[in-house]
């Protein structure tokens, strides 16, 4: 079955090149030209990828992100930012309001293909992994879930991903380059900037239990998963 991506873009223009363009390459679209059409579809049908384009009529794609992020239902859905805001700032705005990556526009068809498969990639599900734990912190791969000293912690997709890693490779220091391939499968269009901000999230999602001490800012180097080795265990 082919994955489907929901387009919001209100250029008709836009919407429709990228709409033919995704077809092209093997994709299901779904278009919607505002926040309010996506929500009307997204309550009949959960797409595999969201394009969200953030200068919307009415409702921002900023929002929508936000409202998708905060709902059980839409929360893991792959969304990826596309639009002419280029400036910092807003990419970190939009990187913190749960968006999976984020394109600038003008834009290649082959970069937008490309950042699709890889954000569907990093989606498909680990199976048969076991549980780990390290220093009372606990993920199980399979219940998708993470307990700190038995404290069910709320986690996005890519906060999970990327403590997962780090849990089970601790005590080495990761480089932004190597976390980018090893964590998001691609360093080629991703900032290393993006992986600051899902430490950031990550250690802000691991606070309430204090677990957010584990990840170390090697200064010059990258981050690394601290644990006594004794304390390691898998299983
Ligand atoms: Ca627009």
């Known amino acids: 079955m082919p994955a489907s991506v929901l387009i919001v873009e209100d250029e008709p223009a836009i919407l429709e090149l990228i709409g033919v363009n ?4 093997g994709y299901e679209t779904l278009r919607a030209a505002s926040a309010e059409e996506a929500n009307r579809l997204l309550g009949e049908v959960l797409p595999d990828v969201v394009l ?5 009529p009415g409702q921002s794609g900023l929002a929508l992100a936000r409202r998708l992020r905060g709902d ?4 893991e859905m792959p969304l990826i930012f596309l ?3 280029a400036g910092e700032p807003d990419k970190v705005a939009g990187l913190e309001a749960g968006a999976d ?3 600038t526009k003008p834009f290649s068809t082959k970069e937008l293909v490309a950042r699709i498969r890889a954000v569907l990639r990093r989606r498909k599900p680990q199976h048969g992994e076991a549980p780990v734990e390290i220093s009372g912190l606990r993920l199980d791969p399979v219940a998708h879930r993470v307990a700190g000293g038995g404290q069910a912690l709320a986690l996005g997709p890519t906060e999970f991903r990327l403590l997962h890693y780090l849990m089970t490779h601790p005590n080495r220091v990761y480089s932004r380059a190597q976390l980018l391939d ?6 080629v269009f991703i900032e290393e900037r993006t992986v600051d901000v899902h430490i950031r999230r990550l250690r802000q999602a691991l606070a309430p239990s204090g677990h957010d001490a584990l990840i170390e800012t090697v200064r010059g180097s990258g981050y690394a998963l601290r644990a006594e080795s004794a304390a390691v265990s898998r299983g």
Do not use: F
Not at 22 to 25: G, I, N, S, V, Y
Not at 52 to 56: E, F, G, N, R, T
Not at 72 to 75: E, F, L, N, P, S
């Open 52 to 56: 969200l384009d953030w200068m919307l």
């Open 101 to 103: 990556d984020y394109i």
């Open 72 to 75: 059980a239902r839409t929360r």
């Open 83 to 85: 639009t002419a805001r």
């Open 22 to 25: 995704l077809e092209h390459a």
């Open 182 to 187: 090893e964590v998001w499968g691609d360093h």
